[in-house]
């Protein structure tokens, strides 16, 4: 590795925001002048009805632009207190002023939803009379997108009486969810393990460490699985009583509109993804020699095959990450050094900070920050790049109305993942050793069993789970078969001893957003993927192309996204074969190291 000439911060500037962290005088008058800037607009929403000609869509425009700026310096407000809550856990004036941001935005967000039910609601006539507004004609996809949801739900009264209910019928449940979890605790070696600890330590190297936490949490989720199921059961029966009511036949229905996709290019992902498993079952067979067993169980899935010895410090691992960011292009590269130079991330490795990583960010200064711990290995390395790809996302976005930057969950791992790539691929060919370069491919190929294996079957489980919950309540027994059932087909055979109880220790099965919280990091994986195979076709001057597609992620539906910019139909498997190959590169090369 060569040595790296600069020398960055790994703590990040938030002062550039509002001076003095969570004591902040700066944030607090910010805060005030937000609430003041929702009231403005709360008085003006009330009084706004159903446009009655294309006259009003100056109106219609001026309160647009009105949430706009509340949207915007909410979102300041929000990136901010995330930024302070996740550098210090014990924070807790962080902690009161997280409680005042989400009141606010909640207040918001309920005038905000009236509003746009008002505009849904006049003539076919005069809306397309509206849409000839310079302004309005710009943001008319999401505009269109607000009218069909108007459309598709019940009347304003039913619709805000649903949302009243739903604070303790339905969030609460997740809430629920949360609260047991909490109070779980895993005792292994004398020392007591949160849920999350403990699932750490199924990537261990020792065979009898990882089976003795594996079997522990299989046990904790088993004692409390009568809490879990019936947690399940009221949380999707509240969700699918609202679909009933609505006329929503189509359990999908939700899913794939958020993520503005189409049932055929799901199925093609999936039929894609389920006639090309073998290479990845060799791979887990494989695995399972190496580490002395007939075949895999599900406590052996994390173990490393290979020891990684390679540590990076901060300073080289940036270096490594803009080298080839470079090679990429010159605006992304360029963009990496501001994030470092300006110290836009929050690298150090401290205790008090919380676990995980991300990437939030400022739209009033068009910046970003990035949170992460930075241990120097090769796996932050790729954690960096892969956050420094959703801050180029924001970048690439940055001069789109507001409204035109709300990306769905399937495209927003694109950027990130295809950062992530470049620097996995990269680190793999300058790998110094057999050793390390077996470590490095096994990384990609986990990666690749998690999207194609595990998130297969939780979308498994979780359809033919609603199935069964649209008849009548479903046992805890019952569940647990569904689960074993899913995990044997996704995974092809290939683990011995499955994971039960998997539904019950899994948050994204709770999560009241949005249901199938599972298909969307597939799609963005693969997705990602083929965006990558086009770049590496096109050699070095691919840049503008992938940030015009980028800036498109969030005014049209991904099929459209896909043709025009990748000349792509993604409703038929071809395309998700093309991702799904340089995947089964990582398995033949793989397979080929250790013969």
């Not at 078969?481 to 001893?497: F, H, I, R, S, T």
Request: with cysteine; charged share 30%.
């Amino acid at each position: 590795m060569s040595h790296s000439t600069h020398t960055y911060s790994e703590v990040w500037d938030l002062d550039v925001f509002f001076k003095g962290g969570s004591e902040s005088a700066e944030f607090r008058a910010h805060l005030e002048e937000l609430k003041e800037m929702k009231r403005r607009f709360e008085e003006n929403a009330v009084a706004f009805y159903p446009p009655q000609s294309g006259e009003d869509a100056a109106l219609v425009w001026n309160l647009i632009d009105e949430a706009k700026d509340v949207m915007m310096n909410l979102r300041q407000a929000g990136a901010f207190v995330s930024c302070l809550e996740a550098q210090d856990m014990h924070d807790r004036k962080a902690n009161a002023l997280r409680g005042e941001v989400t009141t606010i935005s909640a207040d918001f967000s309920s005038v905000f939803t009236k509003f746009q039910q008002q505009l849904s609601e006049c003539s076919e006539q005069v809306w397309a009379e509206l849409l000839k507004h310079e302004g309005l004609k710009e943001i008319a996809f999401v505009l269109e997108e607000w009218r069909q949801k108007a459309k598709d739900k019940l009347s304003s009264e039913e619709e805000s009486l649903i949302g009243a209910l739903a604070v303790d019928g339905y969030h609460g449940w997740g809430q629920m969810y949360d609260t047991i979890v909490g109070t779980m605790t895993i005792e292994h070696d004398g020392k007591s393990y949160s849920v999350g600890q403990a699932n750490n330590l199924l990537s261990h190297p020792d065979d009898n460490t990882r089976k003795a936490v594996f079997e522990k949490l299989e046990k904790a989720w088993g004692e409390k699985e009568e809490l879990f199921a019936k947690t399940l059961n009221h949380l999707s029966g509240f969700r699918l009583n609202v679909y009933k009511k609505r006329g929503w036949e189509e359990i999908l229905k939700e899913p794939l509109e958020y993520n503005r996709m189409k049932q055929e290019t799901l199925d093609a992902m999936w039929g894609a993804i389920s006639k090309h498993k073998a290479p990845f079952v060799e791979y887990l067979n494989r695995k399972a020699k190496i580490l002395g067993k007939e075949k895999l169980t599900w406590s052996d899935l994390d173990a490393p095959v290979a020891e990684t010895t390679s540590t990076m410090s901060y300073d080289e691992g940036a270096a490594f990450i803009q080298k080839q960011f470079a090679r990429f292009g010159s605006e992304m590269a360029q963009f990496t050094e501001k994030a470092f130079e300006d110290s836009w991330i929050e690298a150090e490795d401290r205790p008090g900070k919380r676990p995980g990583g991300f990437c939030t960010s400022f739209p009033l200064s068009q910046q970003s920050r990035i949170f992460m711990t930075y241990s120097g290995t090769m796996s932050n390395v790729s954690t960096l790049a892969h956050e420094l790809g959703h801050a180029f996302h924001s970048h690439a976005l940055k001069d789109m109305h507001t409204l035109n930057r709300n990306y769905a969950m399937n495209v927003a791992e694109t950027a990130s993942t295809f950062a992530e790539m470049i620097v996995a691929d990269a680190a793999v060919q300058e790998a110094e050793s057999k050793e390390e370069k077996v470590a490095l491919i096994e990384d990609k190929l986990q990666r690749s069993v998690a999207f194609f294996m595990n998130i297969h079957a939780r979308f498994l489980f979780e359809t033919r789970f609603y199935e069964e919950r649209a008849k009548g309540i479903v046992s805890s027994d019952k569940l647990n078969e569904l689960m074993a059932e899913a995990q044997k087909e996704a995974y092809a055979g290939a683990v011995d001893e499955v994971h039960p109880h998997f539904w019950a220790s899994k948050l994204h099965f709770y999560i009241t957003g949005v249901p199938f919280y599972n298909f969307p990091y597939t799609f963005g994986y693969l997705f990602s993927l083929s965006i990558y195979a086009k770049a590496l076709e096109a050699g070095g001057d691919y840049e503008e192309k992938y940030m015009a597609l980028l800036r498109d992620t969030a005014v049209m539906n991904v099929e459209e996204l896909a043709m025009k910019h990748l000349g792509e139909d993604i409703t038929k498997e071809a395309f998700w074969e093309k991702g799904i190959r340089l995947c089964i590169q990582d398995a033949e090369e793989f397979l080929e190291l250790t013969k």
